[in-house]
């Protein structure tokens, strides 16, 4: 069997989802290195070498891949970080090492407001209307409230704001939700002016979902849609997180979507590769494309773009993948990968939390127990269920710490669990099963992730926005 080594970019889950599927290859010996941001006891149980870089500097994970470059034939990236400050540029320069992500060039999600601009000359159709704050053209609060409220006038209030710069999902404030007054606006607004230019846009009603595709830099395979939630509590209430949860159907569409959905979004993102891809053919390979729709039913938005694989969007396809995904980063590499095979089932995907995550302490007091702050967190029995599902459990550890013998969480999501089924409730109830077997730590969890009635509420809101077009 033929020996491959492959350096892992790190940050969480996704990540861990990565090298659990590699590590699953049956047509090569797969030998993983790791760069990551914590001692991931996952990763630190299947990589021959791991190092954390606490930071994911790119220069300290440089480094790395030149320590081990004679035993690494590539190297691939999931967080943004590293890709948005350059991390293929470097490694592809300093280590000859090839890097499966974007280039820093083609890292789009590095502005919103430069996605915003593009998206405007390939597809003005489905952007939504959108002005450009500037720090120096708002100088006083004053000044900025003047501009801002005028903005807000043509909207009528009904705004969307956000960073420039990426947040992590979390910087963006959306009017009904976040704020209901403009006075709560303008106070959401200054603090992420203090940061760089921020984008106000019209805030759009529909449906979302997320579209992703890998890449050779020459062609696409788009890969099925997922949908992701990305507030923090029950009914899509509370702050924007990375993401508590997601979810896949059998096919390649939502229950909300239609086929010419689908076809539409493909058709929109084909367009944008194929302006990008004229002047670079391998800067774009990866996931150069994880976009957010908007369903409206009149019209397609795009909400954002990201520059690498979902997180969880990402863990809902890797699992159930029918092609070696070794193979599929050497096509990817060769520039001849031109569609993906996928088993046809369901995927869930739940988070579980510690309390200090996305204020939920704050919010409920009550459902946290004291003394289970800052315990260790047992998987064992989560790992148990492998005996009685098989395949259909994955238990993918993201922001937590191996000390010793014991495992911590930290104070991201710490643990997502993927259920895979023939339909979608059925994954749900693995995926949960799985969650509930989790102890310690106070980690918690949304628990209408996929589920009957917020799939209905979902796909009946689609119906009704069809009805008045």
Not at 59 to 87: H, L, M, Q, R, S
Request: glycine share 6%; aromatic share 8%; proline share 5%.
């Amino acid at each position: 069997m033929e020996k491959v080594g492959i350096l892992v970019i790190s940050y969480g889950a996704r990540e861990t989802a990565i090298v659990d599927v590699f590590t699953r290859s049956t047509n090569y010996d797969v030998q993983i290195y790791v760069a990551d941001k914590q001692r991931n006891p996952f990763n630190m149980k299947r990589a021959t070498k791991h190092v954390v870089i606490s930071d994911l500097n790119i220069i300290e994970i440089c480094k790395f891949a030149e320590t081990n470059k004679d035993k690494i034939d590539f190297c691939i990236v999931g967080p943004e970080k590293p890709i948005i400050d350059g991390v293929r540029d470097l490694i592809e320069k300093q280590t000859c090492i090839p890097v499966i992500c974007p280039t820093k060039e083609y890292a789009i999600e590095a502005s919103k407001i430069k996605q915003r601009l593009l998206f405007k000359q390939v597809v003005p159709e489905v952007n939504p209307r959108f002005q450009i704050f500037n720090p120096k053209d708002c100088k006083t609060q004053e000044e900025a409230r003047k501009t801002v409220y005028k903005w807000l006038d043509e909207l009528d209030d009904k705004a969307v704001v956000k960073p420039d710069l990426p947040a992590a999902g979390k910087g963006v404030g959306v009017w009904g939700d976040h704020f209901t007054t403009r006075q709560q606006l303008l106070e959401h607004f200054m603090a992420n002016l203090q940061q760089g230019s921020v984008i106000i846009e019209e805030k759009i009603e529909g449906e979302e979902s997320s579209f992703q595709a890998f890449c050779d830099g020459k062609h696409l395979a788009p890969l099925p849609e997922t949908r992701d939630y990305k507030r923090a509590f029950d009914d899509d209430k509370g702050p924007q997180t990375g993401g508590m949860g997601s979810y896949k159907d059998v096919g390649e569409i939502l229950p909300f979507m239609t086929k010419t959905d689908r076809t539409k979004e493909v058709k929109i993102v084909t367009k944008i590769f194929e302006k990008l891809k004229i002047e670079d053919k391998t800067a774009l390979r990866g996931v150069p494309f994880y976009m957010a729709f908007m369903h409206t039913g009149k019209t397609l938005k795009i909400l954002e773009n990201n520059s690498r694989p979902g997180d969880p969007e990402i863990i809902n396809i890797l699992p159930i993948l029918k092609n070696d995904f070794v193979d599929i980063c050497f096509k990817i590499l060769e520039g001849n990968l031109t569609h993906i095979e996928l088993e046809k089932t369901a995927t869930v995907v739940t988070y579980k939390a510690p309390p200090n995550y996305a204020e939920y302490m704050d919010t409920f007091p009550d459902q946290v127990d004291k003394q289970e702050i800052g315990k260790s967190v047992n998987l064992s029995r989560a790992y148990e269920l492998t005996r009685k599902y098989g395949d259909r459990i994955r238990i993918y550890p993201a922001a937590m710490e191996q000390r010793h013998s014991e495992t911590y969480a930290l104070k991201s999501r710490a643990v997502a669990i993927v259920g895979v089924g023939e339909n979608i409730e059925s994954a749900r109830q693995i995926s949960l099963e799985g969650i509930n077997a989790i102890t310690g730590g106070a980690l918690w969890y949304r628990t209408d992730i996929a589920s009957k009635q917020h799939i209905e509420k979902s796909t009946k809101h689609m119906e009704e926005l069809r009805r008045r077009q």
